[in-house]
């Protein structure tokens, strides 16, 4: 039986299967194994581990994975790549199971049956409401190590008072730890996409503010970066302005962008 080491190059193996990148499922694959290997190191230890990967592909990362270890759900959209995943899955020992299906609406404590970790070099067009998704909703991922643009990644991990600071960072980081581990430029991909790409790895903290706090926070943060020259005596005029301020302890006289994830939290939860 063929072994994982064993395996063609993938560059070879979409030949043989006669495979083309298709837009319209944001396909840029990674045909390098020393960049999913690297991947796989940054999202590990996974020896052991249970993993949801989203977008197979032709499963250059997906290989990474099984060789770190990992007992791998991987959950592809477009059909015309399951033969080709089949001869990975028979090389992986019974540690690697298909899914066809969009990833969005798989439920992910079924597939894993516990605790896993998401690791996936994501379709751009769905990247951040699945990223959404995983942070709010009801299967907590381990630790999440996923591709995004490079634009939306500096978003996620941002700092109070930088450029990028803004409504994804905040609700991000009150959930998690999140931190860009890898940058990538368009040109490792095949076909390249028009920007540069970088992998964030998101650690939840061990709390995760009740439902209601989350839902809170949304508005704030919609409505404090939907006007973000504004002071936030203004832009959350609607949501109760200076007093809502006053009360969660912050100056109404400040802009969103120079306030840090736990003042958010602050309204949220004054709100
Ligand atoms: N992981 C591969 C790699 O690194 O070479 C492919 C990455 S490519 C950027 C994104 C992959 O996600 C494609 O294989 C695409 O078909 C798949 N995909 C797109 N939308 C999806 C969805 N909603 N659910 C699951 N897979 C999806």
Same mark, same amino acid.
């Given at each position: 039986?063929?072994?994982?080491?064993?395996?063609?190059?993938?560059?070879?193996?979409?030949?043989?299967?006669?495979?083309?990148?298709?837009?319209?499922?944001?396909?840029?694959?990674?045909?390098?194994?020393?960049?999913?290997?690297?991947?796989?190191?940054?999202?590990?230890?996974?020896?052991?581990?249970?993993?949801?990967?989203?977008?197979?592909?032709?499963?250059?990362?997906?290989?990474?994975?099984?060789? +770190?270890?990992?007992?791998?759900?991987?959950?592809?959209?477009?059909?015309?790549?399951?033969?080709?995943?089949?001869?990975?899955?028979?090389?992986?020992?019974?540690?690697?199971?298909?899914?066809?299906?969009?990833?969005?609406?798989?439920?992910?404590?079924?597939?894993?049956?516990?605790?896993?970790?998401?690791?996936?070099?994501?379709?751009?067009?769905?990247?951040?409401?699945?990223?959404?998704?995983?942070?709010?909703?009801?299967?907590?991922?381990?630790?999440?190590?996923?591709?995004?643009?490079?634009?939306?990644?500096?978003?996620?991990? +941002?700092?109070?008072?930088?450029?990028?600071?803004?409504?994804?960072?905040?609700?991000?980081?009150?959930?998690?730890?999140?931190?860009?581990?890898?940058?990538?430029?368009?040109?490792?991909?095949?076909?390249?996409?028009?920007?540069?790409?970088?992998?964030?790895?998101?650690?939840?903290?061990?709390?995760?503010?009740?439902?209601?706090?989350?839902?809170?926070?949304?508005?704030?943060?919609?409505?404090?970066?939907?006007?973000?020259?504004?002071?936030?005596?203004?832009?959350?005029?609607?949501?109760?302005?200076?007093?809502?301020?006053?009360?969660?302890?912050?100056?109404?006289?400040?802009?969103?962008?120079?306030?840090?994830?736990?003042?958010?939290?602050?309204?949220?939860?004054?709100?």
């Amino acid at each position: 039986m063929t072994q994982l080491l064993d395996l063609p190059p993938l560059r070879d193996s979409l030949t043989e299967h006669g495979l083309l990148a298709d837009k319209s499922f944001g396909q840029h694959f990674l045909l390098d194994l020393n960049i999913t290997r690297k991947i796989a190191r940054l999202a590990g230890p996974l020896d052991g581990q249970t993993v949801i990967e989203v977008g197979p592909g032709p499963g250059g990362l997906t290989r990474a994975l099984l060789e +770190a270890g990992a007992k791998v759900i991987a959950v592809e959209k477009d059909p015309r790549f399951l033969p080709l995943l089949e001869e990975l899955a028979q090389a992986a020992d019974g540690r690697l199971t298909l899914v066809q299906g969009d990833a969005l609406k798989v439920d992910e404590a079924a597939l894993a049956g516990g605790p896993g970790h998401v690791v996936a070099n994501l379709p751009y067009n769905v990247g951040t409401p699945l990223l959404i998704k995983w942070l709010t909703g009801p299967w907590r991922p381990i630790s999440m190590s996923l591709m995004f643009q490079k634009e939306v990644a500096d978003r996620i991990a +941002a700092p109070v008072n930088d450029d990028a600071y803004g409504r994804l960072g905040v609700i991000c980081q009150a959930l998690c730890s999140a931190k860009v581990v890898m940058d990538l430029p368009a040109r490792a991909f095949t076909p390249p996409p028009k920007v540069a790409s970088a992998v964030v790895r998101l650690d939840p903290l061990p709390e995760r503010p009740p439902e209601a706090e989350i839902a809170a926070l949304e508005k704030i943060t919609a409505a404090a970066f939907g006007q973000r020259r504004k002071m936030l005596r203004s832009s959350l005029k609607l949501l109760g302005g200076e007093a809502l301020c006053l009360k969660a302890g912050i100056d109404p006289n400040v802009r969103a962008e120079t306030v840090p994830v736990e003042g958010f939290l602050r309204l949220a939860r004054a709100l």
